[in-house]
């Protein structure tokens, strides 16, 4: 059979819909991903011929009342009949979306030719086009629950977010760090500001790795995602301070940077959550502040009332700060706890079980 999955705009959204691509794809169906025309779904889905790509073009919802939102209307309009055009022409069996105005069109045209339709949230807090979207769903499917015990009277059926197979497959971790020409006996901390990078953790950083390395304690290594605009001035400071690091704009193989490591430093994004849970990596999770309605700190509360992680918010992020926070959880039962308290949140079969809904939805259900 046929499937139609949105998911694009974000990483956040595109991966856990390629990686429900896959098992649906695994099993013997086919798939059309629909996805923005941003840069970064381009390369996401580049040589992936096993799928039906098509690109929409971007639309937002505008912040008030005004001739722009009269505009959306007219392209909003467009939008649903253009996936309706793909929609008749595939003829899908049910469509899922992955979040974000990207789905609403194709969820919106599934539902006026009479398919199953569904939408996943992967953040704790729902984002306005997904609160849209569930109400043309009739419910979501949900990464976290913590949102379903919230989200009532909206039907929720709790699937965990959906991990790529690609991250799956990894090397062990001494030669993960060699990979990087890091030292295989190091303790590691990987630092990602998600695909953007973010600079407000970037210098914090480099002020820590250079405390760290002052304190003459554990000698500590880094795997640093500045994103492109800090990669070159990142790099130098390392160097200048002679600590050991792997400096890049950002890295295609992330499995090998999250084998590597012991602890990750990052933005509490869903899906970098999900993946930093599937590696059991204790965490210091620091929030993007502008973030629509402060979802990441919610996400990363998760996390740190279980144990998993430490919440920490940006504008207190300084090098001190976080050089106690590492050495801290570096400490063997600190990381031992927070690890297994990783693992109590892993959801490795979200994918199947997102899979599962769309193929129980046209009788094909175990």
């Known amino acids: ?3 139609a999955i949105a998911a694009g705009g974000t990483g956040g959204h595109l991966f856990p819909g390629l990686a429900v691509a896959e098992v649906l794809h695994a099993k013997g169906h086919e798939v059309m991903i629909l996805t923005s025309e941003k840069h970064i779904d381009a390369v996401a889905t580049e040589g992936r011929s096993e799928f039906a790509i098509e690109r929409l073009p971007g639309i937002g ?5 005004s001739f722009d939102a009269v505009k959306f209307l007219f392209r909003f309009a467009s939008a649903v009949k253009h996936c ?5 022409k595939y003829q899908p069996r049910a469509v899922l979306g992955m979040g974000g105005f990207t789905s609403t069109a194709p969820i919106l045209a599934g539902k006026l030719r009479g398919l199953p339709v569904f939408v996943h949230e992967s953040n ?3 984002g306005k086009a997904n609160r849209l979207n569930s109400k043309i769903c009739g419910g979501m499917l949900v990464g976290f629950e913590a949102l379903a015990s919230r989200c009532a009277p909206t039907k929720c059926v ?6 790529r197979r ?13 990979s990087f020409g890091l030292d295989p006996d190091f303790p590691t901390v990987l630092v990602m500001g998600g695909s953007q990078g973010a600079s407000g953790i970037n210098r914090a950083m480099v002020d ?10 554990l000698p500590v290594q880094f795997i640093h995602l500045t994103g492109s605009k800090d990669e070159n001035a990142v790099r130098e400071v390392y160097q200048r301070a002679g600590v050991r690091a792997w400096v890049g704009a950002f890295h295609h193989a992330m499995q090998d940077a999250y084998s590597a490591a012991d602890i990750a430093v990052a933005r509490s994004g869903a899906a970098s959550l999900t993946e930093i849970a599937f590696f059991k990596l204790p965490s210091i999770l620091i929030p993007y502040p502008f973030a629509a309605d402060d979802h990441q700190t919610r996400n990363a509360e998760i996390f740190s009332n279980a144990g998993a992680g430490l919440l920490l918010k940006e504008s207190e992020a300084d090098g001190g700060r976080l050089a106690d926070q590492i050495t801290e959880i570096l400490c063997r039962p600190a990381h031992q706890k927070m690890a297994d308290a990783c693992e109590k949140l892993n959801r490795i079969d979200a994918a199947e079980r997102v899979a599962e809904v769309l193929l129980h939805s046209v009788g094909l259900g175990g």
């Open 166 to 178: 690609g991250l799956m497959s990894y090397p062990a971790k001494k030669e993960a760090r060699v």
């Open 158 to 163: 709790v699937t965990g977010t959906p991990i």
């Open 124 to 126: 704790a807090v729902p």
């Open 1 to 3: 059979m046929r499937f």
């Open 84 to 88: 309706g055009t793909l929609i008749s």
């Open 61 to 65: 919802m505008p912040r008030s009342i």
């Open 208 to 217: 820590c790795a250079i405390q760290l390395g002052s304190r003459g304690g």
